[in-house]
């Protein structure tokens, strides 16, 4: 995440801000310019904003009905389309019920996470589109268990389903614990789920398959067979070697989502530090310097470089956590299988505009690589992945 200007004072404004803190214009955040701006109400029509960024070159738009019935939402539209709700929003089906206790609250963290989602995948160039769009388009349900029903969260055939008890932190923190999971956020489960729309998007029926099947598994083994198992017994105790998380060795379905789900970590945390302008340069008590972070200089078109900027600021931030008292925010071990998974997961990412023939080339060069049992070094700098934490038990699922 980029941090922004207020073009009203040039003050640094966030992607949740909703008002400059500084000259308390409104800010609102424009999809089509990828900016949060300042906005002024357009003098011959109250209900239009004009946007004060440059990027924005004067446009008008209007706030999302999100925004002004129920403070759950930031982003604006633009003026032309007819829309009453933005690009994020537009894609709820099912919203809490608003009538009970704090199901506003928890549908504003949802919301929260939801465009943190989209603002990454906009960045990264892939498709989000809505069922008047594509079939099997994307869709989202928030809901909550009843008396006699339980919600599950994930996803089918474009429909992402979030149970809203996910959205109260003590619930969430409970839960990690009595799973023996790592990680355990709000975020992390929007990333999660749409790892498996995005393997239906970009994956099935594809050049792309055999080389994902080589790499994940192949996922036509029964779903419903490998949740029994996976519940029923542990994990194989050497999973920490092939996978991410212990639920990602469920089934390749799970391993994959899971895997895109780091791969959105890694980014959308990279960017962040990029726009802090971050240089760490390690030197332990007696030790020599060690391998430089300098965020601004990192390529995100080249995976090694995204690997080796990853790895010290991982370790960066487990240690000012544990300088706070806190739990790592990192509690992964990155294996050379699991490199591995998320070098593929970039080049279906890095290649999802390309054409058709420029993707299957691509693909048919994974498939020989790994058929023939090669596997791509490790970039200079990125053996730190291996003890940044000390368990490696239990994390996962996003």
């Given at each position: 995440?980029?941090?922004?200007?207020?073009?009203?004072?040039?003050?640094?404004?966030?992607?949740?801000?909703?008002?400059?803190?500084?000259c308390n214009h409104i800010l609102a955040?424009?999809?089509?310019?990828?900016?949060?701006?300042?906005?002024?109400?357009?003098?011959?029509?109250?209900?239009?904003?004009?946007?004060?960024?440059?990027?924005?070159?004067?446009?008008?738009?209007?706030?999302?009905?999100?925004?002004?019935?129920?403070?759950?939402?930031?982003?604006?539209?633009?003026?032309?389309?007819?829309?009453?709700?933005?690009?994020?929003?537009?894609?709820?089906?099912?919203?809490?019920?608003?009538?009970?206790?704090?199901?506003?609250?928890?549908?504003?963290n949802l919301e929260s996470g939801k465009?943190?989602?989209?603002?990454?995948?906009?960045?990264?160039?892939?498709?989000?589109?809505?069922?008047?769009?594509?079939?099997?388009?994307?869709?989202?349900?928030?809901?909550?268990?009843?008396?006699?029903?339980?919600?599950?969260?994930?996803?089918?055939?474009?429909?992402?389903?979030?149970?809203?008890?996910?959205?109260?932190?003590?619930?969430?923190?409970?839960?990690?614990?009595?799973?023996?999971?790592?990680?355990?956020?709000?975020?992390?489960?929007?990333?999660?789920?749409?790892?498996?729309?995005?393997?239906?998007?970009?994956?099935?029926?594809?050049?792309?398959?055999?080389?994902?099947?080589?790499?994940?598994?192949?996922?036509?083994?029964?779903?419903?067979?490998?949740?029994?198992?996976?519940?029923?017994?542990?994990?194989?105790?050497?999973?920490?070697?092939?996978?991410?998380?212990?639920?990602?060795?469920?089934?390749?379905?799970?391993?994959?989502?899971?895997?895109?789900?780091?791969?959105?970590?890694?980014?959308?945390?990279?960017?962040?530090?990029?726009?802090?302008?971050?240089?760490?340069?390690?030197?332990?008590?007696?030790?020599?310097?060690?391998?430089?972070?300098?965020?601004?200089?990192?390529?995100?078109?080249?995976?090694?470089?995204?690997?080796?900027?990853?790895?010290?600021?991982?370790?960066?931030?487990?240690?000012?956590?544990?300088?706070?008292?806190?739990?790592?925010?990192?509690?992964?071990?990155?294996?050379?299988?699991?490199?591995?998974?998320?070098?593929?997961?970039?080049?279906?990412?890095?290649?999802?505009?390309?054409?058709?023939?420029?993707?299957?080339?691509?693909?048919?060069?994974?498939?020989?690589?790994?058929?023939?049992?090669?596997?791509?070094?490790?970039?200079?700098?990125?053996?730190?992945?291996?003890?940044?934490?000390?368990?490696?038990?239990?994390?996962?699922?996003?």
């Open positions: 995440m980029r941090l922004f200007t207020c073009g009203a004072c040039g003050h640094t404004v966030f992607f949740e801000n909703v008002r400059c803190t500084q955040y424009l999809p089509d310019a990828r900016r949060v701006a300042a906005i002024e109400p357009a003098q011959d029509e109250p209900s239009l904003f004009i946007a004060l960024n440059s990027a924005a070159k004067g446009q008008r738009y209007r706030l999302c009905a999100n925004s002004a019935e129920f403070g759950v939402c930031n982003w604006a539209i633009p003026a032309h389309d007819p829309n009453p709700l933005c690009q994020s929003c537009r894609l709820n089906e099912v919203i809490p019920d608003l009538s009970v206790g704090d199901n506003l609250a928890k549908w504003k465009r943190r989602l989209f603002y990454a995948l906009g960045g990264l160039g892939l498709p989000i589109e809505s069922r008047d769009e594509r079939a099997n388009g994307i869709v989202f349900k928030f809901m909550e268990d009843g008396p006699a029903t339980k919600v599950f969260t994930g996803h089918n055939d474009g429909e992402i389903t979030i149970n809203i008890a996910e959205a109260d932190d003590p619930f969430r923190e409970k839960l990690r614990k009595q799973l023996g999971e790592g990680y355990r956020t709000v975020l992390g489960h929007f990333r999660h789920e749409i790892g498996h729309y995005y393997w239906d998007r970009l994956v099935k029926d594809t050049s792309w398959i055999p080389a994902c099947r080589a790499l994940f598994g192949d996922e036509r083994v029964s779903y419903e067979e490998a949740v029994k198992n996976h519940y029923a017994n542990p994990p194989p105790s050497d999973w920490p070697l092939h996978y991410v998380s212990s639920y990602a060795t469920m089934h390749p379905w799970e391993d994959w989502a899971e895997t895109w789900a780091h791969y959105l970590h890694m980014v959308d945390t990279l960017e962040t530090a990029r726009g802090y302008g971050l240089v760490i340069r390690p030197k332990a008590v007696d030790g020599a310097p060690q391998v430089t972070l300098a965020a601004r200089t990192i390529d995100f078109d080249d995976f090694d470089d995204l690997l080796r900027g990853w790895v010290p600021l991982t370790v960066a931030l487990n240690s000012l956590n544990r300088s706070m008292g806190l739990i790592d925010p990192y509690p992964f071990v990155l294996s050379t299988d699991v490199i591995e998974k998320l070098r593929f997961v970039h080049d279906v990412v890095e290649y999802s505009s390309a054409s058709t023939q420029v993707q299957e080339e691509l693909a048919t060069r994974w498939k020989a690589r790994l058929l023939s049992g090669e596997k791509t070094d490790k970039p200079e700098g990125s053996e730190e992945a291996q003890g940044q934490t000390e368990t490696v038990n239990a994390e996962a699922p996003a």
